[in-house]
């Protein structure tokens, strides 16, 4: 009983940190909240927090378990579902939107995090009278680069 008290205390503080971790953050996400379509720094964050920009760069990754870039790429990719779902606009607006320099990046970005392009995802959850699904961003963790089968070159067969 003692054991599973200590471990609970611990889980408990554990958890109290990282809530007071995500408050000190707090005016970081508002800010993203206001000027995500904007370039946006770590040096922009970390001013925001009064802090150095490797100190923020360690501790928001000890809060949130990413890093900031990763973060604000999440935060942006899942502002384009809805656009694509719920609006027109075209690709290239919706990347000019969202804060992405080119439509080409935004690409990359959004397959890699969603596992599709933004025109099949528009294609799989736009307005087309059904109810909207949003397919989940993967969590960091989960993120690879896309692996590609080379074909053999070689073919086996009889002549």
């Not at 928001?60 to 990763?70: C, D, H, N, P, V």
């Not at 604000?72 to 804060?99: P, Y």
């Amino acid at each position: 009983l003692v054991n599973h008290y200590t471990a609970y205390l611990g889980t408990h503080e554990t958890f109290n940190r990282k809530q007071a971790a995500i408050q000190r953050l707090r005016p970081v996400f508002d800010y993203l909240e206001e000027h995500y379509d904007e370039p946006i720094r770590v040096e922009d964050a970390a001013r925001i927090c009064a802090t150095s920009n490797s100190h923020f760069m360690y501790f928001f990754k000890r809060a949130t378990g990413q890093s900031f870039l990763a973060y604000l790429n999440h935060f942006r990719i899942a502002k384009a579902q809805s656009l694509l779902a719920l609006t027109d606009q075209s690709i290239s607006e919706i990347s000019q939107a969202i804060g992405f320099c080119d439509q080409s990046h935004f690409g990359v970005a959004f397959r890699k995090l969603v596992g599709m392009t933004p025109l099949s995802y528009r294609r799989c959850f736009g307005q087309a009278g059904e109810e909207v699904s949003h397919v989940p961003v993967k969590p960091a963790a989960q993120l690879e680069a896309p692996r590609y089968q080379k074909e053999s070159r070689h073919t086996t067969g009889t002549r």
